[in-house]
């Protein structure tokens, strides 16, 4: 048989060579930065299936003549690790390099507040070198982090899950998006928009070529906008408001749905802003809708109500986002934009802004309104909201409100019973690890809480999670109800 002969890498090449080194390899992103190891690894899968030497230099961003030496290596046995070196032994060992990572990235500088920079921890290790046993200057530091990929110092924003139905509902919301209506429209309020205008007017400078901003403002009051986006073709209809109380709400609603012709059915998505689930609004879509609105001792609770609302047998039927499931309305994306294109700039007066936002609304509907693509599943978040309440019980059980730990008991014992395969075994054995290690104070917690509800929901939370837990996995788990 010929010899194969070199070829450029396929993706399921390279998806083996990722797989080789440890995943480390994002798909679809070849100028990745890969640990030494991890380089090598790849180096030696794509060589292993034929890839032209010139090929891998390219993927892994080295040399040719590296290539060639790692490959050299690997078929003679020689391993893939650094040689011993001459010259005198490092000065900062692997476990002081430890000690540092955990100090800069573990501890803060004040009683349970502050971020260590370079400068100060510097400064701190200098003053007490029995901390890590050693004094590492601020370029040390930096490469220590900078070598184990940590940046500390950065931090975002995210929803943590606390809706202990969150995964049925956001079902219900995929599901909808994947066979949507015909009429379907997502909705919410943007409110408290801060009005200001710039004490002095904008400058542009040659030398930096980017505007200057007056950095002192006036402020001219607030506004609330209301909007409606269209699932079909991507159009907005929005209204300015000076409140956002529950009988502005109405009008807005009403004045929107008269826009459609009464025989055809709108659905409607919006979160779980009190008065988008009040008695007053039930009694506008049942007028709407041309039903009887049951009675509001029927509709007493908030349950109650979002039921009858989300009932399909009705001309108008509301679908609601999951508590902290804002992102599953498409709406947010509009804002977003909105909020990009439009308030950022200096308006002085409320009917200023007011002019500029219907101007935008205005100008999208006729050049950029477009359908949006969604193509999101909820693939990993279970395994993921397992993961992040596992650290947080790990890290800061003691710090958690009881209210809620109370919910993320419940809907981890959902998981349990709905979801269970969605959750690798490995995230339920950690998990099962660090509850018991926490347990005493779960349960200290529990029994320092004041309010008799409150301390009585808990306990049961507590109680079905590790029921549900010994009915997945076995009595192992029953100490630690104990």
């Known amino acids: 048989m010929p010899a194969p002969q070199p070829c450029a890498p396929s993706a399921a090449t ?20 890969l640990s030494a190891h991890s380089r090598r690894q790849a180096i030696v899968a794509l060589a292993d299936a034929h890839i032209a030497l010139k090929a891998i230099a390219n993927l892994v961003r080295c040399s040719p003549s590296s290539v060639r030496r790692w490959i050299r290596r690997a078929n003679r046995a020689q391993g893939l690790h650094d040689r011993a070196r001459s010259g005198r032994p490092a000065v900062y060992s692997q476990e002081l390099r430890v000690r540092i990572v955990a100090f800069y990235c573990q501890t803060q500088p004040l009683s349970g507040a502050g971020r260590w920079t370079l400068r100060w921890a510097e400064c701190r290790l200098k003053a007490d070198r029995t901390v890590v046993g050693a004094a590492p200057g601020k370029s040390t530091l930096h490469r220590i982090l900078q070598s184990n990929r940590l940046k500390p110092h950065q931090s975002r924003y995210f929803l943590h899950i606390t809706d202990p139905d969150f995964f049925p509902k956001m079902e219900h ?47 001219h009051g607030t506004l609330d906008v209301f909007a409606f986006l269209h699932h079909a073709d991507g159009k907005v209809y929005l209204e300015c408001q000076a409140d956002h109380k529950t009988d502005t709400l109405l009008a807005v609603f009403r004045r929107h749905a ?17 008065s988008h689930r009040g008695y007053p ?9 041309e039903v009887a609105c049951p009675p509001e001792q029927q509709l007493c609770t908030t349950g109650k109500r979002v039921e009858w609302l989300a009932r399909d047998d009705k001309r108008i039927v509301i679908h609601y986002t999951p508590f902290h499931g804002s992102w599953l309305n498409w709406i947010e994306f509009w804002f977003g934009i909105m909020g990009r294109k439009v308030l950022g700039e200096s308006f002085a007066s409320p009917d200023a802004l007011k002019a500029a936002l219907e101007a935008f609304a205005a100008e999208w509907n006729t050049f950029l309104a477009h359908p949006f693509q969604w193509a999101y599943d909820g693939s990993g978040l279970h395994d993921k909201a397992v993961q992040r309440f596992t650290k947080m019980l790990r890290r800061s059980a003691a710090q958690m409100e009881l209210r ?8 981890l014992t ?53 029921e549900a837990l010994h009915d997945c996995f076995g009595p192992t788990t029953q100490q630690i109800a104990a």
């Open 404 to 411: 809620i730990l109370t919910k993320q008991m419940m809907l």
């Open 14 to 33: 390279l998806s083996c060579a990722i797989h080789t080194c440890g995943g480390e390899y994002p798909t679809g992103l070849p100028e990745a930065r």
């Open 258 to 274: 008269n826009r459609f012709p009464q025989t055809e059915p709108l659905h409607y998505v919006m979160d779980n802003l009190s």
């Open 281 to 289: 609004l039930c009694r506008l879509v049942a007028e709407l809708s």
């Open 414 to 466: 959902n998981l349990l019973r709905d979801y269970l395969p969605e959750v690798s075994n490995g995230t339920w054995e950690q998990f099962t690890v660090v509850l018991h290690s926490q347990s005493d104070t779960i349960t200290a917690l529990i029994e320092g809480e004041q309010g008799p509800r409150r301390k009585h929901n808990a306990q049961q939370a507590f109680t079905s999670l590790t």
């Open 173 to 219: 919301l995929l599901d909808l998006y994947r066979s949507p209506p015909p009429n379907l429209v997502f909705f919410d309020e943007c409110p408290g928009i801060q009005i200001l205008s710039r004490l002095t007017p904008d400058l542009q400078t040659d030398g930096m070529r980017k505007r200057l901003e007056e950095f002192e403002y006036i402020r």
